[in-house]
């Protein structure tokens, strides 16, 4: 960092009760400047690899005896279809047929919009401000012979447009998707997996240049501000940079409370970021100046709790066992029972792609098996309420021989980032 603006941020800090996290970005554009962007390289989904969803969801809607599944905008859509757009009160949805090419349906004056995005071979139905679009979607499953055949619902897809199919088809029998949108969505591809290993080593290094700028009096939603300008900068999307500080660890999502970097406390910052889609996730926890015996002793707990999780992680285990492996440890260790506090009061890990938080988690009770290509974080956070908490979390994906790290767990409280 150049002198000009370290000595610009710790003025800026202590200058105002309420710094703008503005005034902190202006203070470090000569130091962004030297940030390039890292994704160049990023390869997107190819056509082939597109087919090939299409394909395995339509093997397993026979498998099943589904005969089409209903999607509403979002990282499904996306991920079939290409489209990206928003949910409001006009219904755009994509259906997959269990053969044959898939079907948008969307307003009539949205239809251009929708299709830039569009990446897949797909017919488009359009609806009037005056139509019942559920009555357009019916169109399309009578003409291609689906209408008495159940009906996959994906699972995040909005009451109206489900009670309105039902209308519209009498007697339909609407089902879970489940089976077959989690069975592709849940298994990585090598090109999804290096999509998501680019944004993990974009947010890295978007914590190496945070972290070195990280001064007393700052506050976690200014130490945020420079995570996120220096992860775009770095060719992410940023989609979140928390930092709580001091007692404010304690809690794992933070607090309203404003509590301003201290000699002696506690720093956690949970970051992530996208690259063409696909989400990073990662948290780390330092203390601002020396630790106490205290704070060492509940870091190295949960560097070893990372590294059990790790370990419990095979191919055919329950998802669940890898928690109840982290919670065994951390009950040896004085902590729960359980999700008691002080202790892990939230489950190991979730599953990571598109969406930050995907099906399955790492939590006691799941019964799915872990299968190659499966991505999980890696988060046994110890949380103790009125002092701190400590939180790393780094991503994994599973591999025929185990899990394989996205990021390299640090080692040392000394060295946060490895």
């Known amino acids: 960092m150049t002198m000009f603006s370290r000595r610009a941020l710790i003025a800026a800090a202590a200058a105002a009760p309420l710094l703008s996290t503005a005034g902190l970005l202006r203070a470090a ?21 597109r087919a090939a969803r299409l394909a395995r969801a339509q093997g397993l809607m026979k498998a099943n005896g589904i005969g089409a599944v209903l999607i509403e905008p979002g990282s499904s859509m996306v991920y079939f279809t290409g489209v990206e757009w928003w949910r409001s009160e006009r219904l755009t949805a994509a259906i997959l047929p269990v053969e044959g090419e898939p079907c948008i349906v969307t307003p009539f004056f949205e239809e251009p919009s929708v299709r830039q995005t569009l990446a897949v071979p ?4 359009v609806w009037q ?4 679009p559920l009555g357009i979607v019916a169109g399309f499953l009578r003409d291609r012979k689906l209408a008495g055949r159940p009906v996959g619902i994906e699972e995040t897809v909005r009451f109206f447009a489900f009670d309105g199919l039902a ?6 029998k609407l089902v879970s998707a489940n089976p077959v949108v989690r069975g592709c969505r849940m ?5 999804e997996i290096a999509l998501m290993q680019l944004a993990t080593q974009v947010t890295l290094a978007a914590y190496r240049w945070t972290y070195d700028r990280v001064e007393r009096g700052m506050t976690g939603a200014e130490i945020g501000g420079l995570m996120n300008a220096a992860t775009r900068k770095l060719g992410g999307a940023p989609e979140f940079a928390l930092a709580l500080i001091g007692p404010a660890a304690a809690l794992p999502h933070g607090s309203r409370e404003v509590v301003r970097v201290a000699d002696g406390q506690v720093v956690l910052m949970d970051c992530g970021c996208a690259v063409q889609g696909y989400q ?17 002793t509940v870091w190295d707990q949960v560097a070893r709790g990372q590294q059990v999780a790790f370990a419990a992680a095979r191919i055919g285990a329950a998802a669940g066992s890898v928690d109840d492996a982290v919670r065994r440890y951390y009950e040896s260790q004085g902590y729960g029972p359980g999700y008691r506090l002080p202790g892990l009061t939230h489950r190991t890990g979730h599953g990571i792609g598109l969406d930050g938080h995907e099906p399955v988690n790492l939590v006691h009770g799941e019964t799915t098996r872990l299968a190659t290509g499966m991505c999980f974080s890696d988060e046994p956070g110890l949380y103790l309420p009125g002092k701190f908490g400590v939180r790393l979390e780094d991503c994994f994906h599973m591999t025929d021989a185990g899990p394989r790290w996205f990021s390299t767990p640090p080692s040392s409280i000394d060295a946060p980032l490895g």
């Open 129 to 132: 401000e005056d139509q019942n």
């Open 167 to 172: 209308h519209v088809l009498p007697g339909a």
């Open 29 to 49: 554009e000569p130091d962004l400047s030297g940030l390039s962007d890292l994704t160049g390289g990023a390869v997107p989904i190819q056509p082939a690899e």
């Open 280 to 296: 990073s996730d990662v948290s780390r926890t330092w203390v601002h100046g020396t630790a106490s015996k205290a704070q060492r």
């Open 187 to 191: 298994r990585k591809s090598a090109a």
């Open 122 to 125: 797909a017919e488009v139905r």
